[in-house]
């Protein structure tokens, strides 16, 4: 169970300076500053001793969760005011010294009411808030301000707080003022000396953010996705070349297992092997940054030890491409600055997926035949790798939508001696979220068909 004091600015704004920048508007207003404007209103309206146990109970209290919502801070305007020791003298033509600046930071609250919402956590709080309600509703009632009297407020007590947006954390970064046992007798001791109340203690809050509603994120057969920078410079157009050669190199590596972890005999579940082109920047030319190998998650524990020993030991070494030469490569760290080489750039999830190398159709796609349209034949290779989310578009064409990917073209891109294929680049949208990475078609083992996530704001989630 928790209580909350609603505190509404009438004026729709909340003038009232940071203790430690005066130059600047608090906002959220701080637990205590509140707890201020109760005495005051305690004392102002002469309330006696109930209203005054009401607060003694009150100050004794967790710190309180905070319902604010947004607020703009306004530009500052410096006047120029009388000083204290001139009030006495009522006419402005007989006051000798100069007017003093003063500025009155302030926000504009986007939704004018506040929440302190007060946690009750056994049945002893919750006992003591029945006592004491009727006392904290009249002294609610009797505040007429919060900080400055330019804050006009309307404040009434609530038993049903909206949900919290601040809140009390030791590792939060919004620090406020609060209240403990003894803030009550303090602020009477200051007041009858004619002194200002020391500094309140300070707490750490942190913004509570409502997390949006969870949307499902479908995920492929591959898992685990582990590449390599390749010291060299080869282009796109050599993706075949340099990913049967990676696979032959990882099979020497694997050794007895490798028919079934690296060729997928048996039907067994096995590596997939993909290049990873420069096609980030607007001046992208598309040659190979490096590699990746892809591990499927049906592996066992055994033989995921076996591949990743594979490729340690493949760390620092060489790959060789047949009449090209030897390219040395190196395991990328997850720190690496090469957007191209970031898990994150092939793997975090999305609605919509865009080919990057060309995809090989296991058949020619026919329009007016549903079974073999585009779309179909691009959901059944979907659902070869584990995806059977619904499809909600599919483009179909020879160019890329990235830089520095040339034409689909089969001439470039044939797999060995075996019959070319219809080759294609693809954009699909998914009906829900879907996780990388995702390789498709029949040339999905060899390095094409790789596919890159794509989101309304694709250069900020790669910064």
């Known amino acids: 169970m928790e209580f909350s004091f609603a505190v509404h600015y009438l004026g729709g704004r909340a003038y009232a300076k940071r203790y430690s920048e005066q130059e600047r508007a608090e906002y959220p207003p701080h637990p205590a500053r509140f707890f201020s404007a109760l005495v005051a209103a305690l ?5 006696g001793e109930e209203a005054r146990e009401a607060l003694l109970w009150l100050e004794g209290l967790d710190a309180p969760r905070i319902a604010a919502d947004e607020a703009w801070e306004r530009s500052r305007v410096t006047t120029y005011v009388p000083t204290n020791e001139e009030a006495h003298d009522a006419v402005p033509s007989l006051r000798t010294a100069k007017k003093q600046p003063r500025s009155f930071p302030s926000v504009t609250l986007k939704n004018p009411t506040v929440h302190f919402i007060y946690p009750l956590n056994d049945e002893h709080q919750r006992e003591e808030f029945e006592r004491h309600e009727r006392a904290l509703r009249e002294v609610a009632s009797n505040v007429t301000y919060v900080g400055h009297s330019a804050s006009l407020v309307s404040v009434w007590l609530s038993t049903d707080p909206p949900l919290p947006t ?22 009477e001791q200051a007041y009858n000396l004619g002194l200002r109340g020391s500094v309140e ?18 995920e492929g057969v591959f898992r685990d996705f582990v590449s390599f920078r390749l010291h060299g410079s080869l282009p796109i157009k050599a993706a075949i070349k340099l990913s049967i050669a990676v696979r032959a190199e990882i099979a020497r590596l694997v050794g007895t297992r490798a028919m079934r972890l690296v060729w997928g005999r048996e039907h067994s579940p096995h590596c997939a092997f993909v290049v990873l082109p420069d096609v980030t920047f607007e001046y992208s030319d598309g040659h190979l940054l490096g590699f990746a190998v892809l591990l499927p998650k049906a592996l066992g524990d055994e033989d995921r030890r076996t591949v990743f020993r594979a490729l340690a030991r493949l760390d ?17 760290n997850e720190d690496t600055k090469t957007i191209g080489l970031q898990e994150r750039t092939w793997c975090r999830a999305s609605r919509i997926w865009e ?22 034949i691009i959901a059944r290779s979907c659902a070869h790798v584990g995806l059977s989310v619904p499809l909600d578009f599919v483009s179909v064409g020879k160019f890329s939508l990235f830089k520095g990917v040339p034409p689909a073209d089969s001439r470039f891109f044939r797999l060995g001696d ?12 998914f009906k829900e979220k879907v996780k990388g990475p995702l390789v498709l078609g029949a040339g999905r083992h060899y390095g094409l068909g ?7 704001n694709d250069a900020e989630e790669l910064k």
């Open 201 to 218: 203690l300070v707490k750490l809050y942190r913004q509570i953010v409502e997390a949006p509603p969870a949307q499902p994120i479908a």
């Open 418 to 429: 075996r019959p070319n294929r219809y080759a294609a680049h693809v954009s699909i949208g």
């Open 166 to 187: 601040f809140g009390p954390s030791n590792d939060g970064d919004v620090l406020l003022r609060i209240v403990t046992h003894g803030r009550l007798q303090e602020l």
């Open 316 to 332: 620092r070494g060489n790959i060789n491409l047949e009449g090209i030469g030897e390219f040395p490569v190196e395991w990328v």
């Open 450 to 456: 790789l596919m890159r996530p794509k989101s309304e």
């Open 355 to 376: 080919s990057v190398t060309p995809v090989l159709f296991d058949r020619y796609p026919k329009d007016g035949k549903n079974e073999c349209s585009a779309g179909a």
């Open 43 to 47: 004392y102002a309206s002469e309330l």
